[in-house]
């Protein structure tokens, strides 16, 4: 399953896993056989050939490991109906009459999901040959947290099964159902009939340090139980998802890994394995888990209760960067600036605006929009959050109570269908010659007939942009016709002489840029334009 961020790929071998890099510690490169080289204890001889030891601190072998922890991690086969959508993007199929593709021949490989051939073909329905979707197989891997059967893996691996089968080291074959999914995350509990199952723990209290070894064991390709060891390559990347900071590690991981566990050199889960960066869709050494404290969080209150509830103040928020800073004359003042209100959410009862930079919740300051957004969810529903804000330069205090948020399912809906389609037309030639142009944005009046082509209620107020220069930094930074200013400076603008007066103040403070909101296809972005002279 391909990720939301360019370039990750999520790991079932309908998707991909994390990755520790091939283990170093042990150089087989011939080396010269200098008489310093014994005489430090790195070169030594049985029979005649060359055996080299490890550098110190590197263990001597991870069979003890992996013996120790292998006995726990499965690997789950899921068969789920083919999305009709995904079908219809199959190069060379777009225009078929039905949602079927044919089989892969014995030359045809793997799609970048990691469905291993489409199984089904065209049925005939009752009477009049309706076509039935074909079924898919895919596999991941999963490991046993408790000995009466539940198992953590990927949501993504098992989001859409109709049938779930686990397969243990043993080659036992058990049917699983899930337990609970949690798409913010990635993460997925299951669980089997039986008990005294081999598992393993969650380590919350020790972490490793970056550099040290770590063990990754899985499914890749579908082959089974498969060990793969490297080093913690780095902790806190944010790879685009909103609730998880990453761990980056090195170990080859590879399709059908996704839901396997990393483990530390005492044998105990410090992440839970769901993507990596790949060109090609294969291990670069470059794979993500998400931590054992999250992911022990995540599956404790699947098992209680089946779902995961989050806080949620209704706003949608960018990152406040260093140029928007500048641009507001901020130094270097961090955190999320706001810019769309749900209309009736939480935020617009609680009288937080569009432009908003918020910089704590609660107490905890933030300086990203992830950090706000998890900060947030941490609240329960009813709960009182307490953000201080900046507006138009100054501080200010804002209570939201908090809502329930919405599945990441959900959301996505929301945010396209807000907004309306442009109807196009335009201005006459002779009216756009007329037109002020600021920053090389030429602007016009939102009047109704603009409103309404645009699909913009009555009462609307902004400065619509009749066309780009596109030699300027508002046409790099993708501004176009019929986009709508609506805030400069942290001020609502409606005209082109309150913009440019804007402009002509950011300019006498000595500021390089001016930020400015724009909206768009219902929706408001904020970004820093560069003022030129």
């Known amino acids: 399953m391909t990720s939301k961020k360019t370039g990750y790929l999520l790991g079932a071998l309908a998707g991909v896993g994390v990755a520790t890099a091939a283990l170093a510690g042990a150089n087989l490169a011939d080396q010269p056989r200098a008489e310093s080289s014994v005489d430090r204890g790195l070169l030594m001889r049985t029979s005649t050939a060359p055996i080299f030891a490890p550098p110190p601190g590197a263990p001597l072998s991870f069979a003890d490991i992996f013996e120790k922890v292998s006995p726990a991690v499965v690997s789950i086969n899921v068969t789920s109906d083919v999305d009709p959508s995904a079908l219809r993007r199959v190069p060379g199929f777009e225009n078929f009459p039905f949602d079927i593709v044919p089989r892969q021949g014995p030359g045809g490989g793997d799609d970048e999901e990691g469905q291993q051939g489409q199984q089904g073909q065209q049925g005939q329905g009752q009477g009049r040959g309706q076509p039935r979707l074909p079924s898919q197989q895919s596999s991941g891997s999963g490991f046993f947290i408790s000995s009466d059967g539940y198992i953590v893996t990927n949501n993504h691996v098992v989001e859409n099964a109709k049938e779930i089968k686990v397969v243990l080291k043993d080659e036992r074959e058990l049917d699983a159902?899930?337990?609970?999914?949690?798409?913010?995350?990635?993460?997925?509990?299951?669980?089997?009939?039986?008990?005294?199952?081999?598992?393993?723990?969650?380590?919350?209290a020790g972490k490793p340090r970056v550099g040290d070894w770590v063990i990754t064991v899985?499914?890749?390709?579908?082959?089974?139980?498969?060990?793969?060891?490297?080093?913690?390559?780095?902790?806190?990347?944010?790879?685009?998802?909103?609730?998880?900071?990453?761990?980056?590690?090195?170990?080859?991981?590879?399709?059908?890994?996704?839901?396997?566990?990393?483990?530390?050199?005492?044998?105990?889960?410090?992440?839970?394995?769901t993507a990596i960066f790949s060109p090609s869709?294969?291990?670069?050494?470059?794979?993500?888990?998400?931590?054992?404290?999250?992911?022990?969080?995540?599956?404790?209150?699947?098992?209680?209760?089946?779902?995961?509830?989050?806080?949620?103040?209704?706003?949608?928020?960018?990152?406040?960067?260093?140029?928007?800073?500048?641009?507001?004359?901020?130094?270097?003042?961090?955190?999320?600036?706001?810019?769309?209100?749900?209309?009736?959410?939480?935020?617009?009862?609680?009288?937080?605006?569009?432009?908003?930079?918020?910089?704590?919740?609660?107490?905890?300051?933030?300086?990203?929009?992830?950090?706000?957004?998890?900060?947030?969810?941490?609240?329960?529903?009813?709960?009182?959050?307490?953000?201080?804000?900046?507006?138009?330069?100054?501080?200010?205090?804002?209570?939201?109570?908090?809502?329930?948020?919405?599945?990441e399912r959900e959301l996505a809906a929301n945010d396209n269908q807000q907004g309306g389609a442009n109807r196009g037309g335009g201005d006459k030639p002779d009216a756009q010659a007329q037109r002020p142009v600021v920053l090389g944005l030429?602007?016009?009046?939102?009047?109704?007939?603009?409103?309404?082509?645009?699909?913009?209620?009555?009462?609307?107020?902004?400065?619509?942009?009749?066309?780009?220069?596109?030699?300027?930094?508002?046409?790099?930074?993708?501004?176009?016709?019929?986009?709508?200013?609506?805030?400069?400076?942290?001020?609502?603008?409606?005209?082109?002489?309150?913009?440019?007066?804007?402009?002509?103040?950011?300019?006498?403070?000595?500021?390089?840029?001016?930020?400015?909101?724009?909206?768009?296809?219902?929706?408001?972005?904020?970004?820093?334009?560069?003022?030129?002279?």
């Open 218 to 273: 899985g499914n890749p390709f579908g082959l089974g139980g498969t060990a793969t060891a490297g080093i913690i390559s780095a902790y806190g990347r944010d790879i685009g998802e909103t609730f998880v900071d990453y761990i980056q590690i090195d170990a080859p991981i590879n399709r059908g890994n996704s839901g396997g566990p990393t483990f530390d050199v005492y044998g105990r889960v410090i992440g839970v394995n």
């Open 281 to 407: 869709g294969g291990s670069v050494g470059i794979g993500f888990a998400i931590p054992a404290d999250v992911a022990d969080s995540i599956t404790k209150q699947l098992i209680a209760g089946g779902k995961i509830t989050r806080g949620y103040i209704g706003a949608s928020i960018q990152n406040f960067t260093a140029e928007m800073a500048e641009a507001q004359g901020l130094g270097a003042q961090r955190g999320a600036i706001v810019a769309n209100v749900t209309p009736g959410g939480p935020s617009e009862r609680g009288g937080l605006q569009s432009g908003d930079i918020v910089t704590s919740v609660n107490g905890v300051n933030v300086k990203t929009s992830s950090e706000l957004t998890r900060e947030v969810a941490k609240a329960k529903p009813g709960d009182v959050l307490r953000l201080d804000v900046l507006r138009a330069g100054k501080r200010k205090a804002v209570e939201i109570r908090s809502g329930v948020r919405p599945t």
């Open 442 to 533: 030429a602007l016009a009046p939102l009047d109704e007939a603009s409103r309404r082509r645009l699909n913009l209620d009555p009462g609307f107020k902004g400065l619509l942009i009749a066309s780009v220069d596109q030699s300027s930094d508002a046409a790099q930074r993708g501004l176009r016709k019929d986009d709508i200013l609506v805030q400069a400076n942290g001020e609502p603008v409606t005209t082109a002489a309150e913009f440019s007066a804007a402009v002509a103040s950011a300019k006498k403070a000595g500021r390089q840029s001016i930020l400015v909101g724009v909206h768009r296809g219902g929706r408001t972005s904020f970004l820093p334009l560069k003022i030129s002279g």
């Open 177 to 204: 159902v899930v337990v609970g999914r949690d798409e913010g995350t990635d993460l997925a509990v299951l669980k089997v009939k039986g008990n005294g199952f081999p598992y393993v723990n969650f380590e919350n």
